[in-house]
């Protein structure tokens, strides 16, 4: 294990993902509801995992064998996001939205949870130019090294979506308004949309 290479990986790693997006979105909107957060976190660690180790790994080429695929993420994520958006603004102006951070209406199920969550994860085509490709790229300054680099990587990824989702709980009480959970809700709509467009428009 080389230290040096393995906090480049790291700092990489966290650079590309600490940026508000779907994802960090939903892991924020868990930890506040304090709902399958452990869960949560691992689908996304563990997705970011595998991917970084496929991008580390040269799989990143596939794209380039199947060009097909690029469009068919673009869309199929966009949609997705476009319809997770309309949810989010309908609980932002919906009569219960008070009740989205608290215990009243119980927990969701898991299953629904974590399909949620992988599909906001898998059917977002950055994910794959972050992890496939932007890191699988870095990694190669690194021949023979590579290992140490996506273990960085892959650490910095476990790191952030632990703290997001447990250190949600202490805005809670900021949350517990029912107006800072309508922006909240907002706002997350907002970032799904923006993403949905910027997936549309090739961005």
Known sequence: MDL????????????????????????????????????????????????????VTGFGSVLGVAPWLDPVMRYGGAAFLGWYGLRSLRAAFGPDAAL??????????????????????????HVYLDTLVLLGSVSTQFPGRAGSFAAGAISGSFLFFFALGYGARW?????????????????????????????????
């Open 4 to 55: 040096s290479v393995y906090l480049t990986g790291m700092s990489v790693g966290l650079s590309l993902i600490v940026a508000i997006g779907a994802q960090n979105a939903f892991v924020l909107r868990q930890g506040l509801r304090g709902e399958h957060v452990l869960w949560v976190v691992l689908a996304c660690a563990l997705s970011d995992a595998v991917l970084i180790g496929f991008g």
């Open 100 to 125: 989205n951070v608290t215990d009243a209406e119980g927990p969701r199920p898991l299953r629904g949870v974590l399909m949620a969550c992988l599909a906001i994860t898998w059917l977002n085509p």
């Open 171 to 203: 805005l809670r009480p900021v949350f517990a308004r029912p107006v800072a959970w309508r922006v909240l809700e907002a706002l997350i709509a907002a970032v799904m949309w923006s993403i949905a467009l910027r997936l549309i428009l090739g961005l």
